[in-house]
């Protein structure tokens, strides 16, 4: 029974063996591509939320690719220093406008005038 057993495991390793590798008709199994970064980030536009969402890294035997992470986080890097230098541009401008709107509201409201027309406190107003 022992050997019966012995000799049937070593029948179906060998049949998975043939099947795994080709068979009788000698072709072996085809070269594995590597795993690439298929849907890399838009170079055509600035990155969205969505397309970082989408994005799905490809893996080795050892983890990611080294090469295509370093990208991602360049592209990434780039884009929120861009958008860095953007925001304290406009930050920049606004500032600037509520100084002269602040500055414009304290010259209508200077001592000894009345409103914004420089009209004095004795002063009859136009007569309509």
Do not use: C, K, N
């Amino acid at each position: 029974m022992f050997w019966f057993l012995l000799v049937a495991l070593v029948v179906v390793v060998a049949a998975v063996t043939l099947v795994v590798v080709g068979g009788d008709d000698g072709v072996a199994l085809p070269e594995a591509q590597p795993d690439r970064l298929h849907d890399p980030l838009p170079a055509d536009r600035p990155v969205a939320r969505a397309d970082v969402d989408r994005l799905r890294l490809p893996v080795q035997v050892r983890g990611y690719r080294m090469t295509d992470v370093d990208d991602v986080l360049g592209r990434l890097g780039a884009e929120i220093a861009e958008r860095d230098a953007r925001i304290a541009e406009l930050e920049a401008a606004l500032a600037g406008a509520q100084a002269t709107a602040m500055g414009r509201a304290s010259a209508a409201e200077e001592p000894g005038t009345d409103g914004p027309r420089g009209e004095q406190p004795g002063e009859p107003g136009p007569r309509s």
